[in-house]
């Protein structure tokens, strides 16, 4: 029988299948508080962040940590030796967030909604600026895990020329992406930037005035990764300077962002609360590869998704 230590619920909030649930025993634990001092277990489930009764619960005898979600930057990695397996939900968002960066790029280049009418306008027909088109358009995409592939799986048949980053040398999943090394190189030519990467050392403060002075006037950024990513402060003067005509951001730094702050109000920037992520079977799908790894480790198979502390991803 295998012991899982869980910080979200019981198995019935888990739905492990049939098939497994007689091999499989779920105690939930608190998340604050105290835990039982007889409780041990082979397995915690928990939240990908600093979780009040995290440290005691890796103390009971847990060979194996899955985290329900995909960001980590904001869970305790150093409480994580050598002797632990940490797993995620990697690329459990990769069809929704997908779909919303497509939503951005071309309400972007069709100027949706300010091209809908309530009233007669004064030019029919004729559009004024004309629409741009996605067609030929250059993207780069800053990160090419599970959510960069689909994102550009879904940019290739509207005929967009992609461009992709990750940090190793592994070629592109699909082809008709071409790889880079250098993130300058990356974004000298795009029209559109999309920010998928994990929040690491490397990455934060990436997006400052140094790299939007190295792209060319108009370029729109999509930020659905982490909001430490980008300089606010460079953003503010690359938008208002014009190297950057819009900013979609969904992740920001904090969040919430506080009352007044100037992305709230600039006319070029179009924020979301962080919710890119969602979809109607969201919250089933952040249990799907715990499931997936939970069938792995019953038969002593190496597990997905796997978390290297050291990378921070």
Request: aromatic share 6%; charged share 20%; proline share 7%.
């Amino acid at each position: 029988m295998l012991r899982v230590l869980s910080h979200v619920g019981r198995l019935e909030t888990i739905q492990i299948p049939d098939d497994i649930a007689s091999h499989v025993e779920v105690v939930a634990i608190p998340m604050d508080g105290e835990i039982d001092a007889d409780v041990v277990g082979d397995v915690l489930i928990t939240t990908p962040t600093s979780v009040p009764t995290l440290e005691d619960a890796l103390s009971r005898g847990v060979k194996w940590v899955h985290l329900i979600g995909t960001g980590i930057d904001k869970f305790p990695l150093h409480l994580i030796g050598d002797d632990l397996i940490l797993t995620n939900s990697r690329g459990l968002s990769a069809v929704p967030i997908s779909e919303w960066v497509m939503a951005c790029m071309l309400s972007f280049v069709k100027r949706m909604p300010g091209s809908f009418v309530a009233e007669q306008p004064k030019h029919w027909n004729i559009p004024s600026p004309s629409f741009a088109t996605l067609d030929n358009a250059n993207l780069a995409i800053l990160g090419l895990g599970g959510i960069g592939t689909a994102i550009a799986q879904r940019a290739l048949p509207f005929g967009m020329n992609v461009t992709a980053m990750r940090n190793s040398d592994a070629p592109s999943p699909i082809d008709g992406v071409r790889m880079v090394r250098s993130v300058t190189e990356l974004v000298a030519d795009a029209d559109h930037i999309v920010l998928v990467a994990p929040l690491t050392d490397a990455t934060r403060c990436l997006f400052n005035d140094e790299l939007f002075a190295a792209m060319k006037p108009g370029v729109q950024l999509i930020n659905v990764a982490r909001g430490p990513i980008i300089d606010d402060d460079a953003l503010l003067r690359a938008l208002d300077s014009g190297i950057v005509a819009c900013a979609d951001i969904d992740a920001t730094d904090p969040e919430p962002l506080p009352e007044g702050h100037w992305m709230y109000s600039h006319p070029n920037v179009r924020l979301s609360p962080h919710v890119s992520w969602n979809w109607s079977g969201a919250f089933q799908a952040m249990y799907a590869t715990f499931i997936d790894n939970l069938r792995l480790y019953l038969n002593d198979e190496p597990l997905l998704s796997v978390v290297n502390p050291a990378d921070g991803y």
